[in-house]
């Protein structure tokens, strides 16, 4: 995505659906469903929906940061983020729903409010470097889109938008052009291409590894231990950084 008014748009109204197909799918589960193992090690689907809700949270902060020109922190510390998440994730689905709803349209209305020449102010997240403040949005994107997969209640990553895979894989792709061996991990000296989208990084003259769009995605950020990919030559794929590798801004 980029930071172009159109660009925005499209973004939040992409927000917007993901969000409510996440709310849908939390209110679809029972308690003890939502107190059941998420995809991520050690995590309910309730610290799962509880995480999403207060990530929303935490980029208004950074629109905010942008609005006022007052850095307001992503979240007070590393600490606060965990307890708030260890305090949420016992809730029933009732309430863990209109956490979900509630806080996604606080984020909406700021992004809708916030100001054309604010856009481009520099930011900071809780880790790594600053950014443009538009990155936010596909930040939130992300955060929907991935942890609806790490729900662990029926949607896949073939259930990807196929407007956020693309966007992703992009961002994904520059990063690893971006940064340096230390950074790419065995992806190092390989080859990506996304033989529905076309798209398609060099990253040495190694291993090429092919596969649709949704699937090189899922493989990179850990959501799938590669099933519909290719290599060539034949053998393993190679093990991917920890994700997400983003733009550098700079």
Partial sequence: MSGSGTGRAAALAAIEAGA????????????AELRGAS??????????????????????N?????????????????????????AGAGRGGDELVEDLRVSAERFMAQARALPDAAWDVPVQGLFGPAFPVWFVLHRRWREIEVHHVDLAAGYGPAD????????ELDVTFQGLVEHGPEARGGLDGARLRAT????????????EVTGSAAALLAWITGRSSGSGLATRPDGALPVPPNWPVDPSFS
């Avoid at 995809?39 to 208004?60: C, I, K, M, Q």
């Avoid at 990807?160 to 966007?167: G, H, I, M, N, Q």
């Avoid at 529905?196 to 291993?207: E, M």
Wanted: proline share 5%.
């Fill in 39 to 60: 995809g991520l090690p050690g995590w309910t689907r309730g610290h799962v929906a509880t995480h999403v809700a207060r990530n929303a949270d935490s980029l208004w």
């Fill in 160 to 167: 990807w938008p196929e407007d956020y895979v693309r966007a």
């Fill in 20 to 31: 409510e197909r996440l709310a849908k799918s939390v209110g679809g589960l029972s308690d």
């Fill in 62 to 86: 950074l629109l905010e940061w942008a609005r006022t020109g007052v850095k307001v922190p992503q979240y007070p510390s590393l600490e606060a983020r965990e307890e708030g998440l260890r």
């Fill in 196 to 207: 529905d989208t076309g798209q398609a990084i060099d990253l040495g003259d190694g291993t």
